[in-house]
Nanobody, 125 residues
Framework: VQLQASGGGLVQPGGSLRLSCAAS????????IGWFRQAPGKEREGVSC????????YDADAVKGRFTLLRDNDKNTVYLQMNSLKPEDTAVYYC???????????????????WGQGTQVTVSS
């Protein structure tokens, strides 16, 4: 059972990146998906979520209108499309999967069952 995150890199402010998170050993179609990030010296924070329970979505205020969580059920992969990137988006980004819960995207980080290894995103000119 594994989540493999990829797609990070160096991008200029205003640019775009698409992060990928591929699952092996389990079916992402049946899991709530979350993307998180951790900047140097800061705590890990939630970025985006899509609940498998009720289809609800959550985006942090800092990324609303710029980031979109996407699923590709055929490829057992989820994506985080990031547009209009800002220097403050610089962080290590993690994907995570959680078994269905009546709380949808309101679950805590500790309730996620599987985590990817993280991929570095650096936004700088």
């Amino acid at each position: 059972v594994q989540l493999q995150a990829s797609g990070g890199g160096l991008v200029q402010p205003g640019g775009s990146l698409r992060l990928s998170c591929a699952a092996s050993g389990f079916n992402l179609n049946y899991y709530t998906i979350g993307w998180f990030r951790q900047a140097p010296g800061k705590e890990r924070e939630g970025v985006s979520c899509n609940s498998v329970t009720d289809g609800s979505r959550y985006d942090a205020d800092a990324v609303k209108g710029r980031f979109t969580l996407l699923r590709d059920n055929d490829k057992n992969t989820v994506y985080l499309q990031m547009n209009s990137l800002k220097p403050e988006d610089t962080a290590v980004y993690y994907c995570a999967a959680a078994r269905p819960s009546s709380y949808g995207c309101l679950i805590t980080m500790s309730q996620y069952d599987y985590w990817g290894q993280g991929t570095q995103v650096t936004v700088s000119s």
